[in-house]
């Protein structure tokens, strides 16, 4: 059972770069959503999707961009990489609203 | 602004005793609050959840239960096993509303054998 596969697993990238942390559900969930992890601060949401079409901004957008052409992929972009952007991504996604989400393992991303 | 807080980082539980993960929220528009556990390396997996309808649920060794007027829930796990040694999240949400979720920053917990 796949359920959210996150790719690259890992990346060191170089200020300044764009990157696209790529995000695919096989579940058919209608939401999805991309928060980062760090250390004292937990998961922030970054972007969210209701539904394929459209998304929403979280609590922590600026620097990122994200899609959503279809139900299964929800790619997530940094235009130009900063230091503070070091984080862990995790990628989610839920049937509907009131549902439990269902995380990738995440992708460990270091910006030098 | 923390509106979901986990005010202890960590916690230390004997195995086969019981373990009390706590969570406090301050936006009266939560309605629905979720536990996830995190092992190292992986995503959070999906542990138990409760309406503001109820005040308990419980799904085997595991219980959440919720004080609406103290704006506090709380996760009982009864007994603890070696491999429940994790990081717990809480996280809320408003069902009237979008879909985001709040989490809070987390409980490490560690079940000593």
């Known amino acids: 059972t796949a359920g959210i596969t996150q790719a690259p697993t890992s990346q060191i990238l170089a200020a300044g770069r764009s990157m696209t942390l790529r995000c695919t559900q096989d579940?058919?969930?209608?939401?999805m959503y991309w928060y980062r992890q760090d250390l004292g601060l937990g998961l922030r949401l970054i972007h969210y999707?209701?539904?394929?079409?459209?998304?929403g901004k979280g609590e922590v957008p600026d620097g990122y961009s994200v899609s959503r052409a279809n139900t299964d992929d929800f790619p997530l972009t940094l235009a130009s990489a900063v230091p503070s952007q070091t984080s862990v991504y995790f990628c989610?996604?839920?049937?509907?609203?009131?549902?439990?989400?269902?995380f990738g393992d995440g992708t460990r991303l270091s910006i030098l | 602004d923390q509106q979901v807080k986990q005010n202890s980082p960590s916690l230390s539980v004997q195995e086969g005793r019981i373990s009390i993960l706590n969570c406090d929220y301050t936006?009266?528009?939560?309605?629905?609050f979720l536990w996830y556990k995190k092992y190292p390396a992986e995503g959070p997996t999906f542990l138990i959840s409760?309406?503001?309808?109820?005040d308990k649920n419980e799904d085997g060794r595991f219980t959440v239960f919720l004080n609406k007027s103290a704006k506090h829930l709380s996760l009982h796990i009864v007994p603890s096993q070696p491999g429940d040694s994790a990081v717990y999240f809480c996280?809320?949400?408003?069902?009237?509303?979008?879909?985001?979720?709040?989490f809070g920053t987390g409980t490490r917990l560690k079940v000593l054998a």
């Open positions: 989610a996604s839920s049937a509907n609203r009131n549902q439990p989400q269902h």
């Open positions: 579940m058919r969930h209608n939401a």
């Open positions: 999707s209701n539904t394929a079409g459209t998304t």
């Open positions: 936006n009266s528009m939560f309605d629905y």
């Open positions: 409760i309406s503001s309808i109820k």
């Open positions: 996280a809320a949400t408003g069902t009237s509303g979008t879909y985001k979720y709040i």
